[in-house]
């Protein structure tokens, strides 16, 4: 005789076989699903998330700018990626969203402290705190751990952690360096100046790696780029500052997932590098962008 736990078990299968069926009316869901190396079982089990793949793809089709965005997440769109039959689901940035970052990127290299409004969002107050004492403390001779500042999108992570630096910078001759994560992966497969910008990378006395989680995650990356990264600056007390839309625990799972499969070994071994370097706060603020 079936216990309880089996009937409830039972009654959450049909229904998300009923659910499955429902939505496999719609062509674009069935065409989805065709598309992607998983068997039923698993597409039943995410069929609302995959709903939600095709209604961001359908907002993204009208989309005229990012004052019109209705996803989610404001300039990003739910991608699906599948490792082992099992559906996993990630933030792409937009086109509107990556000319938003380019142009930021500017703003960012000219910022200083006394360009903070700090009357404008109160949320922001902590981490403002936090940056001006970590600036009237700074030494380089001393151990000094940096910030992995995460939150929402557009609350201003970036410009904060930038005043930061270019203030220690042009007061306090401190060397600093700013990249885009995404970005700084792209612009290293360059090998000409391969060495010269992994040495940059491994020696500024303060380095910030911006929106990590938004890349597309491969094991050279991850492991061969991140890992040395962070291992080489760990090893020899260089300061780092990280910004991120992800939680630490949401950034581990990211990281578990490359193309070549789920190893989330290495993932908690990037985890641990980045709790060693850093302070783990979180900015919740208004979107600026929007």
């Not at 600093?176 to 970005?183: E, K, L, R, V, W």
């Not at 839309?245 to 641990?272: F, M, Q």
């Amino acid at each position: 005789m079936a216990t309880l736990k089996q009937l409830k078990s039972e009654v959450k299968e049909l229904d998300l076989e009923k659910n499955y069926q429902e939505a496999c009316k719609n062509p674009e869901f069935a065409n989805l699903v065709r598309t992607l190396p998983i068997d039923a079982k698993e597409a039943m089990k995410k069929t609302s998330q995959l709903e939600n793949v095709l209604e961001e793809k359908s907002n993204c089709k009208n989309c005229k700018g990012l004052y019109m965005c209705k996803n989610a997440y404001p300039g990003h769109a739910i991608v699906p990626t599948v490792k082992e039959n099992t559906i996993y689901f990630t933030y792409t940035p937009c086109t509107y969203q990556k000319q938003v970052v380019e142009k930021e990127s500017e703003q960012n290299k000219k910022v200083r402290m006394k360009d903070i409004d700090y009357k404008l969002d109160k949320k922001q107050m902590p981490i403002i705190k936090w940056l001006d004492t970590f600036y009237q403390e700074y030494d380089k001779t001393k151990l000094m751990k940096g910030l992995y500042l995460h939150g929402s999108f557009g609350s201003g992570k970036t410009y904060l952690v930038s005043a930061l630096l270019n203030e220690l910078n042009m007061t306090k001759n401190v060397s600093i360096q700013i990249s885009y994560f995404p970005d700084l992966l792209r612009n290293l497969k360059d090998f000409d100046d391969f060495s010269y910008n992994m040495n940059q990378l491994l020696t500024v006395d303060i380095l910030l790696l911006d929106d990590i989680g938004a890349e597309k995650v491969t094991e050279w990356g991850r492991d061969e780029i991140l890992g040395s990264i962070l291992q080489e600056r760990m090893e020899h007390h260089k300061t780092t500052f990280f910004t991120s839309n992800l939680t630490l625990k949401e950034l581990e799972e990211h990281l578990s997932i490359s193309s070549s499969g789920v190893d989330k070994v290495k993932a908690r071994r990037i985890i641990e590098r980045i709790k060693q370097l850093t302070i783990d706060l979180e900015l919740v603020a208004e979107n600026k962008r929007g």
